[in-house]
T-cell receptor, first 113, second 113 residues
């Protein structure tokens, strides 16, 4: 595709529910990143994939957060037992190699009520 | 891990003036330093980047300088225009496989005409 695509663009869920956020990277990009951005803050690193494997998941805040990229393209960020503090914009980015600039998607705005 | 500090948090200038945003980083092994511009409600977009083998890079009205000894880098915007108004983020990483881009908290630049 022309750019990084994230769906849904907005997600409202109730506290305690499970959510999945999807990222379609730029075709051919091997590196994929998930970030979380709260209002007035910089993007906070969550997890980085190189191909199918998570090269660095040190930013995941706790075990309620999990991400997969089974075929080395589309990635899904999964959040279990959502909490109000999980409300933020979740940004996905991809790059052609680990050494290349990141291209961000428009993000998914998650609101936990 | 890497920590990136960014100053100032807000910056107001008159159209035509210059704007300077400064960042410091903690990991001396970091060697890639991009700057992103984020307009309200939009995705972060790369505006310029610099690698540690150079001290300065220019692109029209935008320049970035890097001082590896002091572990700081700066964004310089000359002849500012109202459309430069946005949030600017600096970031740092060790640009080899398995390392993530760590962002500063951002600078809100307002250019008044």
């Amino acid at each position: 595709g022309a750019g990084v695509s994230q769906t849904p663009s907005n997600k409202v869920t109730e506290k305690g529910k499970y959510v999945e956020l999807r990222c379609d990277p730029i075709s051919g990009h091997t590196a994929l990143y998930w970030y979380r951005q709260s209002l007035g803050q910089g993007p906070e690193f969550l997890i980085y994939f190189q191909g199918t494997g998570a090269a660095d998941d040190s930013g995941l805040p706790n075990d309620r957060f999990f991400a997969v990229r089974p075929e080395g393209s589309v990635s899904t960020l999964k959040i279990q037992r959502t909490e109000r503090g999980d409300s933020a914009v979740y940004l996905c980015a991809s790059s052609s190699t680990a050494d290349s600039p990141l291209h961000f998607g428009n993000g998914t705005r998650l609101t936990v009520t | 891990g890497e920590n990136v500090e960014q100053h100032p948090s807000t910056l107001s200038v008159q159209e035509g003036d210059s704007a300077v945003i400064k960042c410091t980083y903690s990991d001396s092994a970091s060697n890639y330093f991009p700057w992103y511009k984020q307009e309200l409600g939009k995705r972060p977009q790369l505006i310029i980047d610099i690698r540690s083998n150079v001290g300065e890079k220019k692109d029209q009205r935008i320049a970035v300088t890097l001082n590896k000894t002091a572990k700081h880098f700066s964004l310089h915007i000359t002849e500012t225009q109202p459309e430069d108004s946005a949030v600017y983020f600096c970031a740092a990483s060790k640009s080899q496989a398995g390392t993530a881009l760590i962002f500063g908290k951002g600078t809100t630049l307002s250019v008044s005409s």
